[in-house]
Every structure is written in C-alpha cells, then in structure tokens.
C-alpha cells in the first residue's frame, strides 16, 4: 500500500515522478496549491470511489498534505539561500533600524498627537473670538448670522475638547 501512496509506479517516467517535472513546469507554488486541492480531493471522497478503500484516499490526502508542506518549506529557504551574507546582513540591519525607529514613533505619537490637538483648538478658540467680536459689534440685519457662526464654533471647539480627551484616555494610560 505504502507503493501505491509515496511512489505509485504509474507516476513515474524516464525515471522522474510527476510531482518533480510539475515543480519545474509550473513553479513550486502551483504544486503546493495542487497539492492542497488533491488532499481535499481525497477527503471528500475517501471511501467513495470504487476500488479504493477510506483508509488509501486518506493516506493519500496526507501525503498531498505532507508534500504541500514540504514545497511551502523549501519554497521560503529557497528564496534565502541565494542572498549573500553581506545582503543578509543588509536585510537584518535594515529590519532592525526600522523596529527602531517604530519604536521611537511610537515613543513620540502621543506628544505629536497632543500639539495637534492643541494647534486645532487653538485655531477654532481664535475663529470663536473673532466670530464672537463680530457678532458684539454687528448690525441687526447681520446679528443672527454671526451668532450661527459662534454657536458653529463653540460647537467645534466642544467636539474637539471630546475627541481629545477621548484619545487621551485611551493613549495616556
């Protein structure tokens, strides 16, 4: 039985099996995801199909899945193996200069977000002053629009103070 799963004789050609000529054909990703569609394959209808027992088509589906594994294995360390040491060394270097720099991002957001906060709400408190100036000297025809505008922005300027201290509860534990 074990024959007719590994290395099924109808599968073998000039001394090469199927699955080897089909990873230089198609590429190694191919195969793997042939592989995991033959393993659901035999799954499916393990048991079903006659001449071939529950137990052949679920050993056959993990030897598809055992295959898949291995294509996926070889796959990434083959994707390695032709870097250089020194572009190794490179590649862990840059990775590493930007968790450091991450790191520091987020060491510093909180103090970012903060002045940002600060720089909105001091321009909608400036808008607030001027509209309210206005609305103090305005005429009777233009009073009811200058006092739309400061209720507009007291209104901004109280959403802004919730979202910030929102974000600050949430950020300045």
Not at 37 to 48: M, P, Q, S, V
Not at 82 to 92: F, I, K, M, R, Y
Not at 132 to 156: I, P, Q
Request: with cysteine.
């Amino acid at each position: 039985m074990s024959d007719q799963i590994n290395h099924p004789s109808h599968y073998l050609k000039n001394g090469r099996e199927c699955i080897d000529v089909m990873i230089e054909k198609f590429g190694a990703q191919a195969v793997i995801n042939f592989c995991e569609c033959n393993e659901f394959k035999y799954l499916w209808r393990a048991g079903l199909k006659e001449g071939n027992s529950a137990e052949t088509d679920r050993a056959k589906a993990a030897w598809y899945r055992k295959k898949a594994e291995e294509l996926r294995g070889n796959a990434m360390s083959s994707g390695i193996k032709p870097l250089s040491e020194n572009v190794a060394q490179q590649l862990a270097d840059a990775i590493e200069e930007s968790n450091k720099a991450q790191q520091e991002l987020n060491e510093c957001l909180p103090e970012l977000t903060d002045n940002i906060f600060r720089m909105v709400e001091d321009e909608i408190a400036a808008e607030l002053l001027i509209n309210t100036r206005r609305l103090a000297t305005a005429s009777f025809l233009t009073r009811r629009y200058w006092k739309r505008k400061v209720e507009k922005s007291k209104a901004a300027l109280e959403e802004t103070h919730k979202e910030f201290d929102a974000w600050r509860k949430v950020y300045h534990k």
